[in-house]
């Protein structure tokens, strides 16, 4: 189920909203279970949007209300700001009425732990690593660290070496799940099956690659990339899906002077044999696309502008390819840099040979199949927390 549209309208608006009236004016609750996830770090917000999609999944109306710590306006839309003071804490609970709490590994908040125990809301701590476990913050308290771990209905543990560090701290052995990191993911886009089975039909063995979300800016280095790759890519195919339909016309005239034949996609749904580059001037079908492509390029990164997110066709086995300017997605970029599943283009020049030298089966299928085991991975723990947290609600109103 989609959040609440009235938690989604007030989140909105929390930009306009005075500091007295951010943790008082709550919008009205929404019918069914309520989760909270209390953040502390802002980047810790993806991964609860990637649990939020997959609760969403369930035949039951389960709602995540997220706050965090560290709030600031530009987080208004993803997040609430967390109470802070016994009294606003309570009326935060008090009003919504969580029947699960998700602690995101971060400072055990002694205020805010001994409110939601003393309101018999069962709790959750995932990603405990062990580390910094000393700190309670608010100050230390004897035994407090023993007391607050205690009090986790259960504790994930991202290894078995944060396992025993946990049970050293006071942890109870019995709560601990060693289940790794929970890292957010991007959902696998969808495509129609029937137009990938036609458009893989019309290509053949063509080699081909995508720039996805291309840009004005980006034209001429793709252009010079399309002739550079295509001297040893015999009948090399560029597809091309713009950052908005309204720029189609442009970039097919300015590929046309490069000399290449170019197809709109409006005026022949799949490309034909003397098509060197294939235009998406129609609705951008992105999940078909990097279906396709066993190589992708992503627009905007290379001179700015804004960019799809790299888990998008690293999840659908195309390998990635991008420039500096990856923001907000430099996490994703990095993880999958670093298990060789994107490669960094650190200018125009290299776009061309990177683009051959990974139209080679073997190596397109050796970045696919690292990037397949970087999204996987994380939406592996993802589902096992899913899973937990339905069980434990489930165990609620039983």
């Known amino acids: ?50 649990l939020q999609r997959k609760l969403a999944d369930d035949a039951d109306a389960i709602q995540i209300v997220v706050t965090v710590s560290d709030w600031n306006p530009s987080l208004a839309g993803r997040a609430l700001p967390e109470p802070k003071g016994k009294d606003k804490i309570r009326a935060f609970l008090a009003h919504w009425r969580p029947m699960l709490a998700v602690w995101m590994r971060g400072d055990l908040d002694l205020v805010l732990l001994d409110a939601i ?15 910094g476990i000393d700190h309670v913050a608010g100050g230390w308290v004897p035994g407090a660290i023993r007391s607050l771990l205690s009090g986790f209905d259960t504790v994930l543990a991202v290894d078995s070496a944060s396992a025993e560090k946990l049970i050293s701290a006071g942890t109870p052995q019995a709560r601990i799940v060693v289940t790794g990191l929970m890292e957010d993911c991007s959902p696998v886009l969808p495509c129609n099956e029937a ?15 995508l720039a996805a979300a291309a840009r004005a800016n980006d034209c001429k ?17 560029l597809i091309i899906v713009p950052d908005t339909p309204d720029s189609a ?18 005026e022949n749904p799949e490309p034909s044999e003397p098509t060197q580059v294939f235009i998406v001037d129609t609705e951008p079908d992105l999940g078909l696309w990097y279906r396709i492509a066993p190589v992708t390029y992503l627009g905007g990164t290379l001179f700015g502008g804004g960019c799809r997110d790299p888990f998008e066709p690293a999840a659908l086995g195309s390998a990635v390819l991008y420039g500096p300017h990856v923001a907000p997605y430099q996490r994703h970029a990095a993880r999958l840099k670093a298990a060789f599943a994107a490669r960094l283009i650190g200018s125009a020049d290299t776009l061309g040979p990177t683009v051959e030298s990974l139209l080679a ?10 990037a397949w085991d970087v999204t996987s991975r994380g939406a592996d723990v993802t589902n096992q927390i899913v899973a937990l947290i339905r069980q434990r609600l489930e165990d609620r109103v039983a």
């Open 117 to 131: 125990q003393s309101a018999r809301v069962p709790s959750i701590l995932v990603d405990a690593t062990g580390d």
């Open 361 to 370: 089966p073997d190596k397109a299928a050796m970045m696919a199949h690292a």
């Open 1 to 50: 189920m989609a959040r609440s549209l009235k938690i989604a309208a007030y989140m909105a608006g929390l930009r306009r909203s005075s500091p007295d009236t951010l943790q008082t004016a709550y919008p009205d609750r929404p019918d069914g279970a309520i989760v909270w996830a209390r953040c502390s770090r802002p980047d810790q917000l993806t991964a609860i949007e990637t």
């Open 195 to 209: 137009d990938r089975r036609n458009l893989s039909a019309a290509i053949g063995t063509r080699p081909v690659w």
């Open 249 to 266: 016309l442009q970039l097919a005239e300015d590929m046309r002077q490069f000399g290449f034949h170019v197809t709109l996609r409006s």
């Open 221 to 237: 280095a793709l252009c010079r990339a399309h002739l550079e790759a295509g001297r040893r890519a015999h009948r090399l195919l």
